[in-house]
């Protein structure tokens, strides 16, 4: 057989001559990168179709009359698609089911927008484009490999979809069972690949042609990127991608334009109706949970906050509001709440459990937070979409106004309705509020300090502590907490000074174990061209569900500083037996079993090590923690990713 001349298809396209053009040219796309020019096929042989294109080029190799290779797969204009739309990096476990479309990124794409991110768990790829976009705020695109591939990555998803976090996922399949290799190739294929996680993912397709993969793609993003943003599923079957572009599909590629959708507004009657609500209240509560929905979202939080002075209680679903400012009285909110006449919910996870506590015990019960008569007010997108079986939409609260919007795009509304309700009575009012409220974020930080302070030299090495000496050497950087702060008591959020979007990226949603270290990672991807520090309190039964994704940060130069959190144990598990041994009359000496992470105990630094990863410890003296930290900082300012493996209080 003749060896064939390779040829360069970027340069094969640029070059193509190309009759009625015109019709084939993509859009403009609507906050997106410049489009490619979509992979054609050349005319057929002895006169094609007169709008084919055309270019000169070798004739593929054929051995009995029979194609071996071919310069245009499908998966090529599938490329030229997803280039339109963006995409910074494609996350991914390898896998025969999306070979042709993989082999065209690399390739024909260039590896370049998207760069293809080598994972080691299909959860970890899909958990690192959850970090990503809550630094980026932009989706990263996921490739899944089959039936195992999805089953995989579906617990990475579901924390997606309780996340309200848009992550586009492409799901490698083979449909037509008469192309399907023998052996594993079944075993991997699936009938309808989407609907092992259909319930949690807010739109999918199994485009039948390039056409329509076109504009499911284009459609799945706008999808995913409008309020409430969910992750997205696009099946690609394998035929697609590898099959040659004939000139009859060539005639038929074009790139949709993309326009992604203005988030939805409140309605202007119910906006003022909770304008007059609030001037008008003696003890106004802002609650706010994944309300800051892009950079502008601290500052438009701010200025309503300012003009009503009103105290804020940030759940800490995003990077809402400014820990140091005077107005932040989070560690409060449980007497505030108390003591509301109205209180207002800006896209909160659990607005019922914010008015309402549970008693866990034997027998539950509820009782109200609230006094009589106060009146709630729910902004979230949320009320615009929810599905049934899975249970993340929690309670039902009886609010009193619910506007079914976005919330950070109706604040600007809210606060300018605010504003012109303003009476020199109620500023007087507002004033007077302000200072009490300034006194106690006083009081708060003083408090912190000094709590901080207990068992400072004690071993294993309190999460204050832990927090505290962090701290030290992050604030004069330029600095990003790219992990869940909860299971270390909140100590980051009490001793640190939170201000600017990226300083934090929420919680998980869904709070599957499994999602802060490759969330970490994907934060610190989105952190790293912008030259920030990203940092890591990691727990230690997290790291232990997919450690791989520690070669994957050290493979790609992904600098970013871990602490493990390391109480060697599943400590919110203890403390669940601990409960129901004491309910059982049975005590609590037994609540180790099944729960904690010893004999042996994990040596994380020799782990994170084994994957490439610069490490220290484990670290038991308190002294030895401040050293530490300061030599871990300076490789992650080469660039590389570095761990120190801190043995910790539970909490």
């Keep these: 057989m003749s ?63 029979e194609e071996l290779t071919t310069d245009l797969p499908g998966g090529d204009f599938m490329v030229d698609v997803i280039k339109s739309l963006d995409f910074e990096y494609v996350a991914s476990n390898p896998g025969s089911s999306f070979r042709g479309i993989h082999e065209s990124i690399i390739n024909y794409g260039n590896n370049e927008a998207p760069e293809f991110l080598t994972c080691l768990h299909e959860e970890s790829s899909v958990a690192m484009a959850h970090g990503y976009f809550k630094i980026e705020g932009k989706p990263m695109a996921v490739l899944c490999h089959g039936t195992v591939g999805l089953q995989h990555a579906s617990m990475a998803i579901y924390n997606a979809y309780c996340d309200r976090v848009p992550v586009y996922i492409l799901a490698g399949n083979h449909l037509d069972a008469t192309m399907r290799r023998p052996g594993v190739e079944w075993a991997h294929s699936v009938q309808d690949a989407a609907l092992m996680v259909r319930d949690f993912v807010k739109w999918d397709d199994t485009p039948y042609s390039l056409p329509h993969f076109a504009e499911s793609a284009v459609r799945a993003y706008k999808i995913a990127m409008t309020p409430p943003m969910m992750p997205v599923v696009i099946v690609i079957d394998g035929g697609l991608q590898e099959d040659p572009i004939t000139p009859e599909i060539s005639s038929r590629l074009r790139v949709p334009k993309l326009t992604v959708a203005t988030p939805p507004q409140g309605d202007s009657g119910a906006v003022a109706e909770a304008a007059a609500l609030l001037v008008n209240a003696e003890n106004p509560v802002i609650v706010a949970d994944r309300a800051a929905r892009t ?70 019960t509820t009782r109200s937070r609230v006094r009589p008569g106060t009146r709630l007010i729910s902004i979230t997108a949320s009320d615009l979409f929810t599905k049934s079986n899975f249970q993340d939409f929690q309670r039902y609260p009886e609010v009193d106004v619910a506007m079914a ?221 401040g050293p530490a930290i300061r030599r871990a900082l300076d490789v992650v300012k080469r660039g590389e990713p570095s761990l120190i493996d801190v043995v910790t209080q539970p909490r």
């Design 295 to 364: 950079p502008a979202g601290i500052a438009l939080l701010v200025d309503l906050a300012e003009t009503l002075q009103a105290p804020v209680i940030d759940r800490h679903g995003r990077m809402n509001f400014p820990t140091h400012h005077p107005l932040n009285q989070t560690e409060t909110g449980n007497q505030l709440i108390a003591g509301a006449d109205v209180i207002l919910g800006l896209e909160l996870f659990d607005f019922w459990g914010t008015v309402t506590s549970m008693r866990d015990a034997l027998h539950k």
């Design 405 to 625: 919007a976005d919330a950070e795009a109706t604040l600007p509304a809210l606060t300018e309705a605010c504003r012109r309700l303003v009476t020199d009575d109620r500023r007087r009012a507002f004033g007077e509020r302000r200072q009490q409220l300034d006194l106690a974020h006083t009081r708060g930080l003083d408090a912190a300090r000094t709590e901080a302070a207990y068992g400072w030299d004690a071993t294993p090495i309190s999460t204050a502590r832990l927090a505290a000496e962090v701290w030290a050497q992050l604030k004069n950087e330029d600095w990003s907490l790219v992990s869940e702060s909860g299971n270390t008591s909140g100590w980051a959020f009490r001793l640190w000074n939170f201000e600017k979007p990226y300083h934090h990226i929420g919680d998980s949603g869904g709070a599957g174990v499994g999602y802060g270290a490759p969330a970490a990672v994907g934060g610190a991807l989105a952190n790293k061209k912008h030259g920030r520090i990203s940092v890591n309190i990691q727990g230690d039964g997290d790291f232990l569900y997919a450690p791989g994704v520690w070669w994957t940060a050290a493979h790609h130069r992904i600098p970013l500083l871990t602490l493990m959190h390391n109480n060697r144990s599943y400590h919110q598990e203890v403390m669940h037996l601990q409960r129901m041994g004491n309910q059982h009359n049975r005590g609590v000496t037994r609540a180790h079993i099944g729960t904690t992470i010893t004999d042996p105990n994990v040596d994380f630094a020799k782990v994170a090590h084994g994957m490439g990863v610069h490490a220290q410890g484990p670290i038991t003296n308190p002294n030895d923690l």
């Design 3 to 65: 060896v064939k001349r390779t040829v360069d298809r970027r340069d094969f396209l640029k070059g193509a001559a190309v009759t009625g053009a015109a019709a084939l040219v993509p859009d403009a796309a609507v906050g997106a990168a410049p489009q490619a020019t979509p992979a054609q096929a050349p005319a057929a042989q002895g006169g094609g179709s007169a709008t084919a294109p055309v270019a000169a080029r070798e004739v593929d190799p054929v051995v009995g009359g």
